[in-house]
């Protein structure tokens, strides 16, 4: 375990942006560290409405997935308490961070739940551009002094895990959670379907 950790610590040093990084790297950083995670919700919703049933029922599993096993990370963080880098005086933190448990990334959680939920839904395409964004946001996070690398396979861990659970509960209830979802949308969003701007 030792062993890990200085591996992990060393890892963040490497990574961590110093004293000299230049300025339009911090920026590029703190876009892709804290902005990219906002695309979560477009996708899900472009997915949503105007996708077809498939589309739609892979969307509301990768939510799922992706809610369960941020709630899966809390638990994580309330039974073993892991420190931010700058809470133990490690490299330097480029932006402002609750002390909280650093283990696991919830960002990149997120991104990988969605990017392994598509992958695995045969959205090969849109799973390669969600991995790729959590292969940066990772980046971005340790750069800017708020993560360990072990923080962020430490969220593919977890999304993978998740994601081994939620799919054979999906194969039994998926068809009918999407129905009486998509019956719901339906009917708060009578007046736009009926319009033609987003799918029935």
């Known amino acids: 375990m030792e062993s890990i950790e200085s591996i992990n610590r060393s890892l963040f040093l490497i990574v961590n942006g110093g004293a000299e990084t230049p300025s339009w790297l911090v920026t590029l950083a703190l876009s892709v560290g804290d902005g990219l995670i906002y695309a979560v919700p477009a996708i899900l919703l472009c997915m949503w409405l105007w996708g077809d049933h498939a589309r739609r029922s892979l969307a509301l599993k990768a ?49 990988a739940s969605l990017g392994l939920t598509f992958t695995f839904g045969g959205a090969s395409v849109m799973a390669a551009l969600v991995l790729i964004s959590a292969l940066a946001v990772a980046w971005a996070r340790v750069f800017l002094g708020v993560h360990f690398p072990m923080d962020m396979v430490g969220a593919l861990v977890v999304a993978g895990f998740v994601l081994l659970i939620v799919t054979p509960l999906w194969q039994r209830a998926g068809t009918f959670l999407t129905d009486r979802v998509a019956l719901i949308y339906r009917k708060a969003l009578a007046w736009p379907i009926a319009a033609g701007w987003i799918r029935s």
Do not use: C, K, Y
């Open 63 to 111: 939510f799922a997935v992706a809610m369960l096993a941020v709630g899966a990370n809390q638990v994580i963080g309330m039974l073993w308490q892991h420190p931010r880098p700058f809470a133990m005086g490690l490299g330097r933190a480029w932006i402002e961070h609750a002390a909280d448990s650093s283990f696991p990334s919830d960002h990149v959680t997120v991104l």
